[in-house]
């Protein structure tokens, strides 16, 4: 048996925040909106025109921007009691995954009599949520469309609420928004979007025909835009391929659980605030290598390099990869986002704990396979 859940209603509009009050209708419980966002994003003015159309059409909005990369617990938790404290009938999520992972969780706080360590793991997170709204302002983490939050607890590591409540109630993609990003997280973020699809075609639980076909469909637009997009900003076609591909990418893989890529990422952010589609980045090949010593896992490869036109087998589509990271100029070692070689054996001993996602690579890894990965990128 198969099963596949996604949102229910995603808009797609360039500019469409200018109109944000139109896109907020019927969801509110109030007249009062928390936006959940960071300074960065802030900052920029991309929140300017969808501020100004909810003011203008009556509603008092908040504005929480404290959300942060790899967001911790305590910035979240905050986030939360300020949103309660607010009286908010609508959360918005707006900017990257950190945001919208962070508007999920605050809207399932602020309408439940629980506490954040309590709903981490899967399925755990049940009962009502505020309604909630996403916009993504980066073509990466899928986060608009997925049942997933990851969250940084303690010193470094990270842990993940995964329920269905967390699915947004509706998802706007601007392509506007992505306009002004820079060549080198447009570069990382498409990337990161490429290995939800990838791992998303090649996970070995939940894999279905649904997700197979987003997966590919989200790798045509991404590998034929995402040059473009970083070498050529202002093409706005580029840039909406990129926006969609990242949310086709993500209901693939809010379905079909990713792997190993993220595993072995999931450290360089958490231990060192790598970003979290360059950390996919730096990791993808030589797990995919080490992959696709695997006859499923072969074969499977070999699938997405045939439907993507570049070849029959796991090394054509793996030059792929290697092609378009040198065409957008993406890091490619450990040593290039400033982690040194002695960091390997405290990243092996985080990494294996992450059976979330290990349990759905297509081949089984062991502390010893993933220190072996980290040397050969160090």
């Known amino acids: 048996m198969h099963s596949f859940r996604t949102v229910s209603d995603i808009r797609i509009e360039p500019g469409g925040t200018a109109r944000l009050d139109a896109h907020v209708a019927g969801l509110p419980r109030n007249k009062r909106i928390a936006i959940v966002t960071d300074k960065g994003v ?29 967001p911790p617990e305590d910035v979240v938790i905050s986030g939360a009691e300020a949103v309660q404290q607010f009286g908010a009938g609508l959360v918005i999520g707006f900017g990257g995954g950190s945001p919208m992972d962070t508007a999920k969780i605050i809207a399932f706080l602020a309408d439940n009599e629980t506490t954040l360590p309590e709903i981490y793991g899967v399925d755990v997170a049940q009962g009502p949520r505020l309604p909630l709204l996403l916009i993504p302002t980066t073509s990466g983490t899928g986060s608009e469309v997925t049942n997933v939050a990851v969250i940084t607890t303690g010193k470094g590591s990270k842990n993940a609420v995964v329920s269905d409540p967390l699915y947004a109630d509706r998802v706007l993609l601007d392509a506007d928004l992505t306009l002004g990003l820079p060549g ?38 991404l ?11 202002a093409d706005i076609e580029a840039r909406e391929d990129m926006l969609i591909g990242a949310m086709l990418a993500g209901q693939a893989f809010s379905n079909a659980p990713v792997g190993a890529v993220h595993g072995l990422a999931y450290p360089l952010g958490g231990f060192f605030h790598v970003p979290h589609g360059l950390s996919n980045s730096l990791v993808m090949v030589e797990v995919m290598k080490f992959n696709a010593q695997e006859e499923r896992a072969k074969r499977w490869y ?9 070849g029959d087998s796991p090394s054509a589509l793996i030059d792929e990869i290697l092609r378009l990271q040198d065409e957008t100029r993406v890091q490619r070692r450990l040593r290039d986002v400033n982690i040194n070689a002695d960091a390997i054996p405290m990243m092996a001993d985080d990494a294996i704990l992450k059976d979330r996602v290990l349990r759905n690579n297509p081949r089984s890894m062991t502390r010893a396979d993933i220190v072996k990965i980290y040397e050969t990128i160090a």
């Open 42 to 70: 802030r900052s920029l003015g991309l929140l300017d025109a969808g501020l100004a159309a909810l003011k203008d059409a009556g509603y008092q909005v908040m504005v929480f921007d404290e959300v942060v990369a790899d």
């Open 184 to 221: 080198h997280i447009t570069a990382a973020t498409g990337i990161d979007a490429m290995v939800h699809a990838i791992e998303a075609y090649t996970s070995i639980h939940r894999k279905n025909p649904i997700s197979d076909a987003l997966g590919l469909s989200a790798l045509r637009k």
């Open 223 to 233: 590998t034929h835009a995402i040059s473009r997009a970083v070498n050529t900003p």
């Open 302 to 310: 070999s699938e997405i390099a045939r439907d993507l036109g570049v």
